[in-house]
């Protein structure tokens, strides 16, 4: 039979990867989520555990249509960037919570300041000169990469066991210590070695405040039920002491909230008198900043969606009587007119899926002097930028941190301009 191919080269029918295989390949450049992208045969491959430039064998741990996922079991030739994990499951098949606990920290920025550029480009609509102009940049926190972790939500397995799952999946590892963790969560009787058990469970969350309270809940349910601790913390940030429940939202490294105000402060230059919005506001960290430099006279508005967010708003800035806190979605609150201009500046702190092209409208047309955007996504945020280009305005400055040490995570601190500034 005659080749149809021609016996030309790359011109075979491409061979369908199986999973659990094990295929030999050089890793490319890095990707969102703690991967790097590689080829077989033509077909991408997303890659944990790896480094750009190392052959690996990899092991495919799911099958996609147009692409596959795979963990590196073996490394047959290693980057200098590479270095021996510092926890033992932190490998593949076992905890997904760390991504790169096998990149040295140095890499580790230049890593997640890669993502952060290419998810502009790509996503963003910039162009690699504007990017570079923006000085993206990773900064470290004090502290190093191991210990930082003030909230850790253990998983509980069928035995009652607690632990951490793997990348993409629901199976429970148990475990005898998280090394990110912070060290007074580390020594809470509540893995395994200790003897704990918890059969009614389905997770454990665990505090450890910069007060210094800590604090452990059992989850049933949905329910969390105190366990030990108090049922309400105490945070230290921004000159101000916060109070709010061990199970609300705060973030989980230590410096992360005062980092976060520097850098939202120092990018808007907030002045005597701006009125400003804080959306997705939380517990007011960004608003009792604001109320700090605008002073005693100027409004502040804050919208929060989470009760528990909107009760801690209330309570912890019930002595700034100009700062109105709006219970509602941003999105309907901006809709329905639940929030009004005019505004000169603007705080955006949305989850992880971005604030979204409705709500970046909006804010838009209610036209603040400058836009601060606190982004813990960059594939979101890119999208965002998108918008704001879109409607004429630009991403005037840039940073970044690294709130998320041995993870793929990253924060990022945009500041949007109007045209003509």
């Known amino acids: 039979m005659t080749d149809p191919t ?29 991967h790097c992208v590689a080829r077989v045969d033509g077909q991408v491959v997303f890659v944990r555990h790896a ?25 047959l030739t290693a980057s200098p960037d590479r270095v021996e994990q510092p926890c033992p499951y932190a490998k593949p098949g076992r905890c997904g ?9 140095a890499a580790q920025l230049d890593w997640k300041t890669a993502v952060v550029r290419e998810q502009l480009v790509r996503l963003g609509g910039l162009t690699e000169a504007e990017v570079d102009a923006l000085g993206v940049a990773v900064e470290a926190l004090p502290g190093g990469p191991l210990g930082w972790r003030s909230r850790v939500r253990y998983a509980v397995d069928a035995a009652g066991r607690a632990g951490l799952l793997k990348h993409r999946s629901h199976e429970v590892v148990p475990i005898d210590r998280c090394l990110i963790a912070h060290p007074a969560i580390r020594e809470l009787p509540v893995l395994t070695p200790s003897g704990a058990r918890w059969p009614d469970a389905e997770a454990v969350e665990t505090v450890a405040s910069t007060g210094g309270d800590v604090s452990v809940a059992a989850v049933t349910e949905g329910v ?26 705060w973030q989980v ?34 608003a009792a900043a604001l109320a700090g430099r605008v002073g005693p006279q100027a409004r502040i508005t804050l919208v929060e969606s989470s009760a ?17 806190v709006v219970a509602a979605r941003v999105e309907t609150a901006l809709a329905r007119r639940r929030v009004t201009g005019p505004v000169d500046l603007v705080v955006l702190d949305p989850p992880r899926s971005g604030a979204g092209a409705p709500v970046v409208r909006d804010v838009v047309a209610a036209r603040p002097r400058a836009v601060a955007y606190v982004a813990c996504d960059p594939a979101a945020f890119a999208r965002d930028v998108r918008t704001f280009t879109g409607l004429g305005w630009r991403l005037a400055g840039l940073r970044g941190y690294d709130l998320f ?3 793929q995570h990253v924060e990022c601190v945009g500041l949007f301009l109007p045209p003509g500034q």
């Open 253 to 286: 490294h230590p410096a992360a909230a005062d980092t976060l105000v520097g850098a939202v402060l120092d990018l808007l230059d907030p002045r005597p008198g701006e009125s400003a919005w804080d959306l997705y506001g939380g517990a007011g960290l960004f």
């Open 405 to 407: 040490p041995m993870t």
């Open 51 to 75: 480094l750009p430039g190392e052959r690996v064998m990899a092991e495919i741990t799911e099958l996609h249509k147009g692409f596959a996922r795979a963990d590196a079991v073996e490394i």
């Open 308 to 324: 528990q967010g909107v009760a801690a708003a209330r309570e912890n800035l019930a002595d700034l009587p100009r700062v109105e």
């Open 6 to 34: 021609g016996g030309l080269p790359g011109t075979a029918e491409r061979r369908a990867l199986e999973e659990a295989e094990r295929v030999e390949l050089t890793v490319g450049a890095v990707a969102p989520g703690g």
């Open 224 to 249: 969390a039920t105190p366990v030990s601790g108090p049922q309400a913390v105490r945070e230290v940030a921004a000159g101000r002491d916060w109070t709010l429940p061990a199970a609300g939202f």
């Open 97 to 105: 919570g760390c991504d790169l606990q096998h990149v040295t920290p």
